[in-house]
């Protein structure tokens, strides 16, 4: 998986309006859905997107943090979770058509 991505290369841009942008189509590309769900960030989501992918589109992540009582140490503990996803645009090769 890539965990050298450029957070630079994940857009909120639609995968057709990308294409259409760089002068490809979308039959160009091999789509690869992206999910990432835990207590990490951005970085845990970058680590999950395949190597070969030229970019990720259609971007979109959440934050929820919840807190909880723990009677053993009358503390407040914070959970965090972190939602995110896209589609990766891998350039398909000639071996793909």
């Known amino acids: 998986m ?18 259409l942008n760089v002068g490809k189509k979308l039959d160009d590309y091999n789509l690869i859905g992206v999910q990432y769900n835990g207590n990490g960030d951005i970085r845990d989501f ?10 990720v589109v259609a ?10 009582s723990c009677r053993q ?17 891998v350039p398909k090769t000639m071996a793909d058509f």
């Open 2 to 19: 890539a965990e050298n991505f450029s957070i630079e290369r994940i857009s909120t841009i639609s995968a057709s309006d990308y294409a």
């Open 59 to 68: 971007f979109g992540a959440q934050g929820v943090e919840s807190s909880r």
């Open 46 to 55: 970058v680590k999950i997107i395949p190597e070969s992918a030229e970019v």
């Open 73 to 89: 140490t009358d503390g407040v503990f914070t959970d965090k979770t972190y939602t995110a996803h896209g589609t990766a645009l």
